[in-house]
């Protein structure tokens, strides 16, 4: 049986209240409760605006077509280019793909996940800069890239900054969060992650113009820049126009609302997300306190309290650990594992047209491809569950070692 999981929810009175609301006043689709989950999340990460979206791929897509819709940056237009990572969650290269953009992938560090700097410069130098439009970096596990080197080299090459914070829900870098270095950026509320949803997600941005872009996008691309339309409160911008602003669309979109219930259950959380990302912090901490004695066979996260951790992840460094098998042994412990996602364009089969273009050269994302896996560092977990986690990681490597294999 599971018994420590990769993530966990618990809905504790606070959210049953705030989905009892819901339910009382019968209003499910988007209204006041995303409102206040929008302004809560804004004033969290420290950017003007927050638009709920209904998954963190909807955000990344969302804001991708708000970038392609905005006249501002004519850079962005199918076809162009965007300079990402090939080690994350599938979701981020898709969404570029889907948006009519091309990925072109350079390497990580194999312990930060973070891209590559010298390799964005040399890739920039040494091709038509005119053919990027962004850089897109994932701050993974909630480590995060060297955002002064990326925004100076996007402002050098007039290229947008979209961050992918996804996993780094208050992950901070020089006294500032993750999300707030780029013009935007998007975040997933799916299980797991520090603030959950079951599926939801949000754009970030300080931009006006993007934030409205993004709010049609996101309602199939409908004239009104409402966050919800106000004309049942008696109110509409548009309400002496001879049109229809919810019917009448200014460009093609999608939708990607999201209901009452997701932010009933996000808000409470978004209100203790301090503790959320401390009880994080501790787990990782003293599990790598516990197991420091493995430390050369196993990279063990780097602890610092400016991250705010997805995860615990592990590299394998000593070549007599499997890891498939290591996989298996603590998930039949009822440690529930993953793997570190895989390259994109290497290891996805569903990348495997770009394999051959990317063969060989992107070796880290490679190495924790084949050797990273992690396990769950969740706020539910108790002392005696990271006491745990570290007795039978460290029962399966001394087993390991004994039989020499
Ligand atoms: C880095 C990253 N980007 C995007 C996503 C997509 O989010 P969602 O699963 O909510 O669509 C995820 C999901 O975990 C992620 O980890």
């Known amino acids: 049986m599971i018994k420590i999981r990769v993530g966990d929810i618990q809905l504790g009175p606070e959210e049953k209240k705030e989905l009892q609301d819901v339910i009382d006043t019968s209003r499910l689709s988007e209204g006041p409760k995303t409102a206040i989950f929008e302004k809560l999340w804004a004033e969290f990460i420290g950017t003007k605006h927050c638009i709920a979206v209904n998954s963190g791929t909807s955000a990344l897509i969302a804001g991708l077509y708000a970038l392609l819709y905005d006249t501002r940056f004519p850079k962005f237009k199918k076809g162009a280019k965007v300079i990402t990572t090939p080690l994350t969650y599938v979701a981020t290269s898709n969404a570029i793909v889907l948006a009519g953009l091309e990925p072109v992938y350079v390497d990580v560090d194999p312990r930060t996940f973070a891209l590559n700097i010298q390799q964005v410069e040399d890739l920039l130098k040494s091709s038509d800069p005119d053919e990027y439009c962004a850089i897109l970096p994932v701050h993974l596990m909630g480590y995060m890239n060297d955002m002064p080197a990326i925004c100076s080299i996007a402002k050098k090459y007039d290229l947008v900054v979209f961050e992918d914070a996804a996993q780094a829900h208050g992950s901070i870098l020089e006294g500032k969060k993750a999300g707030t270095w780029g013009l935007l950026a998007d975040y997933s509320f799916y299980i797991a992650h520090n603030v959950q949803a079951g599926e939801m997600g949000a754009v970030v941005t300080s931009d006006d113009r993007l934030r409205e872009l993004v709010v049609q996008v996101k309602a199939n691309g409908r004239f009104c820049k409402c ?62 306190e516990l197991l420091d004695s493995f430390k050369t066979r196993l990279d063990l996260p780097m602890y610092s309290p400016d991250i705010s951790y997805l995860a615990y992840p592990l590299i394998i460094k000593d070549p007599s650990i499997n890891r498939h098998k290591l996989m298996l042994d603590l998930e039949k412990a009822g440690i529930e594992t993953r793997t570190l996602f895989g390259c994109i364009p290497t290891q996805q089969p569903s990348y495997s047209g770009y394999k051959s273009r990317y063969n060989g050269r992107l070796p880290n994302a490679e190495y924790v491809g084949t050797h990273g896996i992690y396990i769950g560092c969740h706020q539910y977990l108790k002392q005696d569950d990271i006491e745990y986690i570290a007795a039978t990681i460290s029962k399966i490597l001394i087993t390991n070692s004994l039989r020499g294999a």
Do not use: M, W
């Open 227 to 288: 966050r919800t339309c106000t004309r049942s409160k008696g109110y509409c911008p548009h309400h002496d126009d001879d049109f229809e602003p919810r019917f009448t669309h200014e460009f093609i979109g999608f939708n990607f609302k999201i209901s009452e219930f997701q932010s009933a259950i996000a808000i409470p959380q978004v209100k203790r997300i301090g503790q959320i990302i401390a009880d994080r912090q501790h787990n990782v901490k003293h599990l790598n």
